[in-house]
């Protein structure tokens, strides 16, 4: 298994503005993962970072308004840009496994934007 | 969208087993199934996964019918702990490797 740690774990920001969230594993994982989840919904897959070539998105998400750095392989920042109250969730990091290719989940970080 | 088929909530007495059942008809014969659970709103947990044979680990068993078109998982002794959202995934091993997750299934363990 993996430790997944993010930070900030909370944060309020004002509309506008941006965040910039990070995601530290204790190992080297080649995919790391991305996922919002809004109140009271399911995870939702906003992009997947592999170390030396460009994020992933998946439909409905776009580098300018989430762009993503994978400099290395234990290390990922997910920024959320020019926020509105709509980006208010929780977001979270996963690192895929080696053999069986399970995910472990960071903690996630809760975002709040007034 | 999601590949899998959840109800959305379930109850279950402290101490019995709790079943969680997951409809997924369209798996191909290479993905495997994944369960997760999701404890007020902390970061997903690994429970368990399958391919075609049954499997059971510390936290749970998984029982996958002989079409591989649904699963059960199997909490054998559920606790007020064990109150979560779990989900059930189905993926692939080649490719992106990603999950889609559905809606889950909100299980109440009840003293």
């Known amino acids: 298994s993996a430790v997944i740690s993010q930070k900030p774990s909370r944060d309020i920001c004002q509309r506008g503005t941006s965040l910039t969230i990070q995601c530290q594993v204790d190992?080297?994982?080649?995919?790391m993962f991305w996922y919002r989840q809004q109140p009271g919904q399911s995870l939702t897959l906003i992009a997947t970072?592999?170390?030396?070539?460009?994020?992933?998105?998946e439909s409905g998400f776009v580098i300018d308004k989430f762009p993503i750095s994978r400099p290395n392989l234990t290390f990922s920042t997910l920024t959320v840009s020019n926020m509105s109250p709509e980006d208010s969730s929780i977001y979270l990091c996963?690192?895929?496994?080696?053999?069986?290719?399970?995910?472990?989940f960071g903690p996630g970080t809760r975002l709040t934007v007034t | 969208d999601a590949k899998t088929t959840q109800p959305p909530s379930m109850d279950c007495a402290e101490g019995r087993a709790a079943n969680l059942p997951c409809n997924h008809s369209?798996?191909?014969?290479?993905?495997?199934v994944y369960w997760y659970r999701q404890i007020h709103s902390q970061g997903p947990q690994y429970i368990i996964h399958?391919?075609?044979n049954n499997e059971t680990n510390e936290m749970a068993s998984l029982i996958i019918t002989e079409d591989r078109k649904s699963s059960t998982l199997i909490l054998p002794h559920a606790t007020l702990r064990d109150t979560a959202v779990y989900y059930c995934?189905?993926?692939?091993?080649?490719?992106?490797?990603?999950?889609?997750f559905g809606t889950g299934t909100r299980l109440k363990v009840l003293a």
């Open positions: 190992s080297q994982v080649t995919m």
């Open positions: 369209t798996i191909s014969g290479n993905e495997y």
């Open positions: 970072a592999n170390q030396g070539s460009e994020a992933t998105y």
């Open positions: 995934i189905v993926r692939g091993v080649s490719g992106t490797y990603k999950y889609i």
């Open positions: 996963s690192v895929g496994g080696t053999l069986t290719y399970e995910q472990y």
């Open positions: 399958g391919l075609k």
